[in-house]
């Protein structure tokens, strides 16, 4: 099988990170399959951007998997729990969705399985980001073994390969990888709480960071936003 001809399975969530992972997997030579999960999230809006990127990126087939975590709740994603606004701080945010990471990258295991893929490309970052613990790479170093061990494809000895090509990027990086991918940062969903208008609230964790990364990057975000950190 030539590179070209290999799938890789994208975890796409609408978000900048996503987008450019996803961005890069095809830069390497990948067939594009991806995985949107419609959890319930209060920013419903990023669906719609997957929906945008997968066609962007020529996603071959792009599935929504609907699994409602509102029946769970703990979070301000996906319960009656106000998005903070006041700035990133050091501890795990109420936007923390418990085990998110953990239920998703097992359902991109399955949707790779039965894509015939040993590759799965998630945008997880482990510097500029919210302090999730299901962001590091001890988590996905963790997983991928727990694949291996709990799969056919795996105990058959074609182990899952996990790629986190933006693990160890800073936001600006991420936004410089952005630029020069050709790819517009509007296409891209990052706010929790959009305003009522429907843009981008500019003052959430994920909205700050964002704006941060692309400020010191010197890269143009072309998302629109309803107001602006001081």
């Given at each position: 099988?030539?590179?070209?001809?290999?799938?890789?399975?994208?975890?796409?969530?609408?978000?900048?990170?996503?987008?450019?992972?996803?961005?890069?997997?095809?830069?390497?030579?990948?067939?594009?399959?991806?995985?949107s999960?419609?959890?319930?999230?209060?920013?419903?809006?990023?669906?719609?951007?997957?929906?945008?990127?997968?066609?962007?990126?020529?996603?071959?087939?792009?599935?929504?998997?609907?699994?409602?975590?509102?029946?769970?709740?703990?979070?301000?994603?996906?319960?009656?729990?106000?998005?903070?606004?006041?700035?990133?701080?050091?501890?795990?945010?109420?936007?923390?969705v418990?085990?998110?990471?953990?239920?998703?990258?097992?359902?991109?295991?399955?949707?790779?399985?039965?894509?015939a893929?040993?590759?799965?490309?998630?945008?997880?970052?482990?510097?500029?980001?919210?302090?999730?613990?299901?962001?590091?790479?001890?988590?996905?170093?963790?997983?991928?073994?727990?694949?291996?061990?709990?799969?056919?494809?795996?105990?058959?000895?074609?182990?899952?390969?996990?790629?986190?090509?933006?693990?160890?990027?800073?936001?600006?990086d991420?936004?410089?990888?952005?630029?020069?991918?050709?790819?517009?940062?509007?296409?891209?969903w990052?706010?929790?709480?959009?305003?009522?208008?429907?843009q981008?609230?500019?003052?959430?964790?994920?909205?700050?960071?964002?704006?941060?990364?692309?400020?010191?990057?010197?890269?143009?975000?072309?998302?629109?936003?309803?107001?602006?950190?001081?």
């Amino acid at each position: 099988m030539t590179a070209n001809e290999k799938i890789a399975v994208v975890l796409l969530s609408g978000g900048l990170d996503s987008m450019v992972t996803g961005a890069l997997a095809r830069e390497q030579g990948f067939r594009l399959h991806a995985l949107s999960i419609d959890y319930g999230q209060r920013h419903r809006r990023e669906l719609e951007s997957a929906s945008i990127i997968a066609g962007k990126l020529g996603v071959e087939r792009h599935v929504q998997l609907p699994l409602d975590l509102r029946q769970f709740g703990a979070s301000a994603l996906t319960d009656d729990i106000d998005v903070p606004k006041s700035g990133v701080g050091e501890d795990i945010p109420v936007t923390y969705v418990p085990a998110r990471n953990l239920l998703f990258l097992a359902l991109t295991t399955a949707f790779a399985e039965s894509s015939a893929s040993s590759d799965i490309f998630i945008g997880v970052n482990a510097l500029d980001y919210s302090g999730y613990p299901d962001c590091r790479p001890e988590f996905i170093a963790s997983f991928a073994e727990t694949a291996r061990l709990g799969t056919k494809q795996g105990v058959e000895g074609r182990p899952f390969e996990i790629h986190a090509p933006l693990q160890h990027m800073t936001k600006a990086d991420i936004a410089c990888e952005c630029d020069r991918l050709g790819l517009d940062p509007a296409w891209s969903w990052s706010c929790y709480d959009p305003a009522p208008d429907g843009q981008a609230c500019g003052l959430c964790d994920s909205c700050r960071l964002r704006l941060k990364g692309f400020a010191e990057a010197g890269v143009e975000d072309t998302t629109r936003y309803a107001a602006k950190p001081d």
